[in-house]
């Protein structure tokens, strides 16, 4: 029998176990959708990924972080707000280029409610707006922001897993594959 150090236990859950190759894990995050009266809180992205698009607050889900601390600590740190959060769903998605994966998300969705604190207008991401769902139809979004306020506006847990599909660098449309709600 043997016996593997913690450093090595690390090592070894990134790896196949056939083959030993290296696993590329896909992309753990958390969406928060924040919704005061009849508009949505969105982030006018002006940085990559998604430069130019507007999506929600969001993050990577650090390994050292839960859901709902990264979600608290992104809200916080990106708009000034702190809100009531609630876990509402999984969006899995993967994205394509030319019949090429380029990354698999999983996003875990929250809802946030009850916003306090001090709304700052920009971040590092991009620039904080507060938009109805008719003005977010006109704007440059990724085709998964509509599923997400679904999602987050549900009555029940929701999984969905689609795929996005991407030509010159913009995100053109999405195919749902896979809708449950639990």
């Known amino acids: 029998r043997y016996f ?16 030993g190759k290296r696993l590329q894990p896909p992309i753990v995050a958390v969406a928060i959708v924040v919704k005061r009266g009849n508009k949505y809180l969105m982030q ?3 940085q990559e990924p998604f430069f130019g698009y507007c999506g929600f607050p969001s993050s990577k889900l650090g390994c050292e972080q839960y859901i709902y601390e990264c979600a608290a600590t992104t809200l ?5 707000l702190h809100c009531d959060l609630q876990l509402r769903g999984l969006f899995s998605s993967k994205t394509f280029a030319s019949d090429q994966m380029l990354y698999n998300h999983q996003l ?15 971040s590092e ?3 904080n707006v507060w938009l109805t769902k008719s003005q977010l139809k006109q704007e440059n ?16 847990f929701t999984w969905m897993e689609a795929d996005r599909f991407e030509e010159n660098n913009i995100v053109k449309s999405m195919k749902v594959k896979r809708k449950e709600t639990f």
């Open 4 to 19: 593997l150090s913690s450093q090595g236990k690390k090592e070894v859950a990134y790896l196949k176990s056939k083959t």
């Open 76 to 80: 916080e740190e990106e708009t000034g």
């Open 125 to 127: 991401k991009g620039d």
């Open 44 to 46: 006018q992205r002006t």
């Open 141 to 156: 979004i990724l085709p998964n922001i509509l599923s997400l306020i679904g999602i987050a506006e549900g009555k029940t």
């Open 108 to 122: 875990f969705v929250l809802v946030g409610t009850s916003p306090m604190g001090e709304f700052r207008a920009s």
